[in-house]
């Protein structure tokens, strides 16, 4: 008995390697995206006629209906999802900083997101480092009244192991303590400025937050140090409710219907240029795994849908509509594993939130090396904040995408700025993304079965502890568990 149960194990395991042997539809694949992908060219077009891709803009409209109807034209069965929500879009600002309130003098800045429709403020600069709590916590009182001087990232000369946060979560720690503004020194060189927004919810703030330039924010940090300065900040702004809509692409599985693999990044972009990086290569690239999964007529066991969310930059507005609306439609649960493609370039390799899907997504990156040894079959398991994933990672849907690619032509420095645009993008790196990602998704949703389940409430949040996400998840006012 125990032979034959020993044996019937044995031709199980077979069986499952047999069936996760996708070598030919990888090649098809491959094939496919390298002959005649369409991502580089669709960027470009949209790029040079739309331009930026505002959520709640006549820009973001025509992106919508440019993504719905590409899709179309590639056979795919597509869908807008609509939502409301409450938006935001800069008006005026005018940021002058001296050393008393008679020798102001004009600074360069960029208002983030959220920050009040209308503000004017006037108070003396306050240092607060790298703007966590244990720059506050020595001296609780010195912000009230004051307007933070904060660091994007972490300062040179940091203890060791000093963990950066969210220029929003850092904006939230200023707050708390009483500062009437935020001054973020961006870590770029040249001046250039990052937009983004300063809000943990996607909701107004309550103090104006801007960003400057690296230069002139250290230059401030050292006159700080030998006399002491003055900030006046004043701007307006748009918030209110807007229209959007996400895109669905939707590919019907043969054997489980009912079971979905999403496959989502952000169609939107900032306003300062055309969003050719974040997130241009990435929601392309989905449009471009759609269309090869039209051309190719794939089948999968599970449902696939590739979303194009509108609203990641306000605080991931599409991607929660998406999940409120699963809610409403009790189809959440049939949403099995999430893919998130978010200024994704060139993979090496597959990252999730889940270490129990190593084996198999090795297994499936040792195949794609086969065929290009310049995908290096590298894994990483962990979990972090900000993008499109975060909804579904806190419904304890296992999370994953591509993983250990560069951005092209050192377009990093460009992030949220005025420089983002598309003479950085990278054609083959494009279809780098677009094959490996297309062969990922296709393997995920036929594979005979998935090794990991949605979490329960206590492992999730035993989960979200192990990813040290307790601290800003709790700044952000999404951290549901009592202790």
């Known amino acids: 008995m125990k032979y034959l149960f020993a044996l019937s194990l044995t031709f199980s395991v077979l069986l499952a390697n047999a069936q996760n042997n996708f070598d030919d539809v990888f090649q098809k694949i491959n094939n496919e995206v390298q002959q005649n992908s369409k991502a580089y060219q669709t960027l470009k077009y949209e790029t040079e006629t739309i331009g930026h891709r505002l959520t709640g803009s006549a820009n973001g409209a025509k992106a919508e209906q440019y993504a719905y109807d590409l899709l179309k034209s590639y056979g795919c069965e597509v869908k807008f999802q609509p939502f409301e929500v409450e938006s935001w879009a800069r008006k005026t600002i005018s940021v ?3 050393a008393d309130k008679n020798s102001l003098v004009k600074m360069k800045a960029v208002t983030l997101a959220h920050s009040p429709v209308k503000a004017d403020v006037t108070g003396d600069i306050v240092d607060a480092g790298n703007g966590l709590e244990a720059d506050y916590q020595a001296n609780r009182d010195k912000f009230k009244g004051k307007v933070a001087l904060i660091y994007l990232g972490v300062l040179p ?3 060791v192991g000093t963990k950066s946060l969210h220029r929003s979560e850092k904006t939230a720690i200023a707050t708390k303590y009483g500062a009437i503004g935020v001054i973020i020194i961006n870590t770029v060189k040249d001046g250039v400025l990052l ?6 919810t996607g909701k107004l703030i309550s103090i104006p937050a801007v960003c400057i330039g690296l230069e002139d924010g250290m230059a401030l940090k050292e006159k700080l140090k030998s006399q002491p300065q003055v900030a006046h900040i004043a701007m307006t702004n ?12 939707t590919f019907k599985g043969t054997e489980l219907p009912k079971d979905k ?3 989502g990044g952000h169609l939107d972009s900032w306003d300062l240029a055309t969003g050719a990086i974040d997130n241009g290569i990435g929601s392309f690239a989905i449009m471009d795994m759609a269309r090869t999964f039209a051309r190719l007529n794939l089948k999968t066991q599970r449902t696939v849908e590739f979303v194009l969310f509108m609203g990641e930059e306000q605080g991931l507005l599409g991607s929660k509509a998406f999940i409120d609306q699963a809610k409403k439609d009790k189809t959440l649960s049939q949403v099995k594993f999430m893919l998130n493609y978010d200024m994704t370039n060139d993979p090496k390799g597959f990252t999730t939130s889940r270490a129990e899907m190593k084996d198999l997504f090795t297994t499936w990156g040792a195949d794609i090396v086969k065929i290009d040894t310049g995908f290096k079959n590298l894994f990483n398991a962990g979990a972090g904040l900000h993008s499109d994933h975060q909804p579904f990672m806190l419904e304890g849907i296992p999370t994953g995408g591509g993983f250990g690619g560069k951005l092209p032509n050192n377009s990093g420095p460009y992030y949220h700025s005025d420089g983002d645009s598309f003479k950085l993008v990278d054609e083959q790196e494009l279809k780098n993304t677009v094959r ?3 062969m990922l998704t296709y393997a995920l949703a036929n594979t005979p079965k998935i090794p990991v389940e949605v979490q329960s409430e206590q492992a999730l949040k035993a989960f979200l502890e192990s990813q040290n996400l307790k601290e800003p998840l709790t700044i952000a006012g999404e951290w549901r568990w009592k202790e």
């Open 96 to 98: 002058e900083i001296g």
């Open 436 to 438: 490996f990602s297309a």
């Open 261 to 263: 693999i999403v496959v």
């Open 238 to 249: 748009f918030s209110g409710l807007i229209k959007a809509r996400n895109v669905i692409a």
């Open 157 to 159: 000369g940091s203890p």
């Open 195 to 200: 937009t983004g927004t300063a809000s943990v």
